[in-house]
């Protein structure tokens, strides 16, 4: 399996951080190209890959750590998307409640992303918590799971569990993935899954 995350702000940089302390390989892209991660791989080690969009689109897992309104920008820079889990890890900051026209945000990322399967996970910490060790107080920090693809779902519960968090999974995007979104009552929740 092959990992890129496209965004490298607060929580695209927490997200590699998470990969290199695991030791799993990742690819890490944004729009300005990868002289401009360079920095930050370099602090993060081998592990961590500077790379164009276009190369980084190819990983089988691909995790969205853009502001919100830039995923459409993602979406158009490949002509398929079949076949490919695309992990959520976007929140709809500044966005308005007309804009994702009674939907919940990872249903707006899924229709520009079609054939897709969809994952939201890793938006409910903020950054500077998302980059901390997941180990707390005897137990693993909880990340929260929703797709409506078991699949989809289980592969992206089985990463969050690599990287050392305890995966709790709530279902389908419109159930459970609807506690994710901006508001709602599990983001911002550092909750502790003892072993």
């Known amino acids: 399996m092959s990992y890129a995350i496209i965004g490298s702000g607060n929580v ?3 997200l590699a951080a ?4 695991s030791q799993i390989p990742v690819g ?4 300005r190209g990868p002289e401009s991660i360079a920095p930050l791989a370099s602090e993060l080690g081998a592990l961590v890959t500077p790379m164009s969009l276009i190369d980084a689109l190819r990983a089988n ?25 695309i992990i959520d890890a976007m929140n709809t900051y500044g966005v308005s409640p007309e804009e994702l026209q009674g939907l919940a945000s990872t249903e707006v990322v899924a229709r520009a992303f079609p054939g897709a399967s969809i994952v939201k996970t890793f938006n409910q910490l903020p950054a500077k918590l998302l980059a901390k060790d997941p180990a707390q107080d005897g137990g693993r920090r909880v990340m929260f799971v929703a797709s409506n693809d078991e699949v989809a779902s289980a ?3 089985k990463l969050v569990s690599d990287l050392g968090f305890a995966p709790i999974n709530l279902g389908k995007i419109t159930e459970g993935g609807a506690l994710l979104g901006m508001g709602a009552p599990l983001i911002l929740q550092n909750l502790i899954k003892l072993s």
């Open 12 to 14: 695209g940089a927490a």
């Open 18 to 21: 998470q990969f290199a302390r």
């Open 28 to 31: 890490i892209a944004n729009t």
């Open 61 to 85: 897992i691909i995790i969205l750590a853009v502001p919100f309104r830039a995923h459409s920008l993602v979406a158009q820079a490949a002509p398929d998307w079949n076949g490919k889990i």
């Open 155 to 157: 592969s992206a519960a």
